[in-house]
């Protein structure tokens, strides 16, 4: 189910000739730290990056917020939404789905701890073995901390929750003592891990090969005119 659906987004930010512009369902993931006007719109990378891109492909987005991949994931072969933004090919699926033709962004997951956590020595990754470390249940994380705990012969004890605000809230209560996040929470928590390295593609279903052509055009348009982007 999704967490939030945001129907009316203001045609304005497109200018004049608005009524040109074809509406696309866009699936996103909802962080915990997102910036949320309420009944407006939902802030983040992903939110705005699409706003740059339609542009170019003459969309009009409207954005469908999901708190875990899997549910994102599934309303896109569902058909309850045209494009989905952050999924990473690492994370399967690919005989259901066609990928952008290049990732819109290169970016990394990190293990936290909250501020009060003293047992890490940042030398010693040991140490990790040693905590219960939340998880969002979704293949791509579950895939880069394996990866990572590989790299170091690391003995994890993952522990898996249906998405980040739950995982958010274990952290808190002391359910896990460390959590992976996508991107580092604003307060109270602190890096003790950083880098297990994620690209993270626009994805299509597989029978609309046409949008994602479209994209692909949008997407590099839009390289051109934002570099820093």
């Given amino acids: 189910m999704p967490f939030l659906c945001v129907s009316e987004l203001a045609t304005a930010a497109y200018g004049k000739g608005a009524s040109e512009f074809t509406l696309v369902r866009v699936g996103v993931i909802h962080y915990p730290d997102d910036v949320y006007v309420s009944g407006k719109y939902l802030y983040n990378y992903d939110t705005e990056f699409m706003g740059r891109v339609a542009q170019f492909g003459k969309w009009d987005p409207r954005f469908v917020f999901y708190s875990n991949r899997k549910d994102l994931l599934n309303a896109l072969k569902e058909g309850k939404i045209q494009i989905a933004l952050g999924v990473d090919k690492a994370w399967g699926?690919?005989?259901?789905?066609?990928?952008?033709?290049?990732?819109?962004?290169?970016?990394?997951?990190?293990?936290?701890?909250?501020d009060t956590e003293k047992r890490l020595d940042p030398s010693d990754f040991r140490t990790v073995e040693k905590m219960r470390i939340g998880i969002s249940g979704n293949e791509g994380d579950i895939y880069f901390i394996k990866e990572w705990g590989k790299r170091y012969n690391l003995n994890l004890h993952l522990v898996s929750f249906p998405d980040d605000r739950t995982l958010r809230i274990a952290v808190t209560e002391h359910k896990v003592d460390a959590a992976i996040f996508d991107k580092m929470l604003r307060n109270g928590y602190r890096r003790i891990v950083v880098g297990l390295q994620k690209?993270?593609?626009?994805?299509?279903?597989a029978n609309d090969s046409v949008l994602a052509q479209q994209f692909n055009y949008a997407m590099s348009m839009t390289a051109g005119h934002y570099p820093l982007l």
């Avoid at 699926?93 to 990190?110: A, P, R």
């Fill in 93 to 114: 699926n690919e005989e259901h789905l066609i990928f952008s033709d290049g990732s819109y962004l290169v970016g990394t997951s990190q293990i936290v701890v909250p």
């Fill in 199 to 205: 690209m993270l593609y626009a994805a299509f279903p």
